[in-house]
């Protein structure tokens, strides 16, 4: 059974860095597309962005350029380095594995001063 555990968030002040981190177990990770959501209060999940197998990244326009997602096959793990944080990027940040349809329970990201 594949579970996911995202870890690393936090509060920060604006213009902070957090590095959120996913970790995977189950076989097959390294094959996999992941994913980062976030859902901020009232709001719709949003895409954040994608990693693929071989380490193709997209982002979505308000994060580009600031956000940068990797990845550790060896450690079954999925990061998600977040840098000149605003307070509009608060939200609960989720790791997702679209090929299965399955999230992490999140982790909350609060920016404010």
Known sequence: ??????????????GGSLRLACAVSGIGF???????????PGKQRELVGTITSGGSTI??????GRFTISRDNAKNTVYLQMNS??????????????????SGPGTQVTVSS
């Open 1 to 14: 059974q594949v579970q996911l555990v995202e870890s690393g968030g936090g509060l920060v002040q604006p």
């Open 30 to 40: 390294s094959t996999w597309t992941m994913s980062w959501y976030r859902q901020a």
């Open 59 to 64: 982002y979505v326009d308000s994060v580009k």
């Open 85 to 102: 944080l605003k307070p509009e990027d608060t939200a609960v940040y989720y790791c997702n594995v679209p090929i299965l349809g399955i």
